[in-house]
């Protein structure tokens, strides 16, 4: 089946720093990318959608500025959490699909995110 | 919108009973629906799913089928283990937006 790799699985860096996340489909080429926020015992909220070669498309709410969503392969989607605060900290996870395969996204293994 | 609704948790059953986890949707046009499971510190795996109607997904002996009549897609496995202790998440998505759309997860625990 279809791989996203995500990337780190976990990390953890200092209030006022900046962190990317990188998303990558190993054996597809991934026309659309998605970045989901998951709070503990919580569900996944969809933070952005991005296709590649546009610019994101965030959800209310997502402040732009902050979480930067990059998507400039078919095989690579970075987010960039910037001057990260400990409200920062959270469950992220990608998932990326390609219209021709239907309407299946495949997830990455999600990045833990701890801010100090 | 598109919405997905499943039942709370936590669910806790005894080793080899019957689960059942209720959810239903509200979609416009024809979603295709899924069931994923995510283990403790883990991403989201998927479990089963179904594209149209009165399809049965089904995967490691659980089973939902799509019933558009009454907008469900529940989950059931006969028997469960100690092993299927985890959190179970309904979605469906379409493809007029490509978006996932996420139910609140329901949590299971299983007892030896």
């Known amino acids: 089946g279809a791989v996203v790799s995500q990337h780190p699985s976990w990390v953890i860096c200092k209030s006022g720093t900046s962190v990317k996340i990188e998303c990558r489909s190993l054996d597809f080429q991934a026309t659309t990318m998605f970045w989901y926020r998951q709070f503990p015992k919580q569900s996944l909220m969809l933070m952005a959608t991005?296709?590649?070669?546009?610019?994101?498309?965030?959800e209310q709410g997502v402040e732009k500025d902050k979480f930067l969503i990059n998507h400039a392969s078919l095989t690579l989607s970075t987010l960039t959490v910037t001057s990260a605060h400990p409200e920062d900290s959270s469950f992220y996870i990608c998932?990326?699909?390609?219209?021709?395969?239907?309407?299946?996204?495949?997830f990455g293994q999600g990045t833990r995110l701890t801010v100090v | 919108g598109n919405s997905v609704t499943q039942m709370e948790g936590p669910v806790t059953l005894s080793e080899e009973a019957f689960l059942t986890i209720n959810c239903t949707y509200t979609a416009t046009g024809y979603p295709s629906l899924f069931w994923y499971v995510q283990y403790p510190g883990e991403g989201l795996q998927l479990l089963l799913k179904?594209?149209?109607?009165?399809d049965k997904g089904s995967n490691k002996g659980f089973e939902a089928t799509y019933r558009k009549e009454t907008t469900s897609f529940h989950l059931e496995k006969g028997s469960v283990q100690v092993s299927d202790s985890a959190v179970y998440f309904c979605?469906?998505?379409?493809?007029?937006?490509?978006?996932?759309?996420f139910g609140a997860g329901t949590r299971l625990f299983v007892k030896a």
């Open positions: 979605a469906l998505s379409n493809t007029g937006g490509f978006k996932t759309i």
């Open positions: 179904a594209t149209k109607a009165d």
């Open positions: 998932s990326a699909r390609n219209s021709v395969m239907g309407t299946e996204a495949f």
């Open positions: 991005s296709n590649e070669g546009s610019k994101a498309t965030y």
